[in-house]
Nanobody, 127 residues
Framework: QLQLVESGGALVQAGGSLRLSCTSS????????IGWIHQAPGKEREEVSC????????QTARSVKGRFTISRDNAKKTVYLQMNSLTLEDTGVYYC????????????????????WGQGTQVTVFS
């Protein structure tokens, strides 16, 4: 399985923006769907967004839709999460992980069965 490394987390004021990166050194990177998962303090991990191996299909949680955008550059073996209009509720650790299962039904793309988690990157939003 892939080894993934997240970066880009920071302390940011509410309303600000960050771009997170998830990078691998392995050539098989482009074969896998990759997801971003958020863990807020004291809460369960929650999928934020996921992208297909080619980058042509994405899934984004309703809570961040319109604010967060996932993308990937397979030549750089990197998946990005552009986070805009950050709120206090966006605080937490952001992990990227490999999606063991991806599906597309009726034009709706989804990911499940995440593993090969990175170590996470901390995002702290202050008012």
């Amino acid at each position: 399985q892939l080894q993934l490394v997240e970066s880009g987390g920071a302390l940011v004021q509410a309303g600000g923006s960050l771009r997170l990166s998830c990078t691998s050194s392995e050539s098989a990177f482009s074969n896998y769907g990759i997801g971003w998962i958020h863990q807020a303090p004291g809460k369960e991990r929650e999928e934020v967004s996921c992208i297909s191996p080619s980058g042509g299909q994405m899934q984004t949680a309703r809570s961040v839709k319109g604010r967060f955008t996932i993308s990937r550059d397979n030549a750089k073996k990197t998946v990005y999460l552009q986070m805009n209009s950050l709120t206090l509720e966006d605080t937490g650790v952001y992990y990227c992980a490999v999606a063991q299962s991806i599906a597309s039904h009726g034009g709706v793309f989804s990911c499940s069965g995440f593993d090969s988690w990175g170590q996470g990157t901390q995002v702290t939003v202050f008012s």
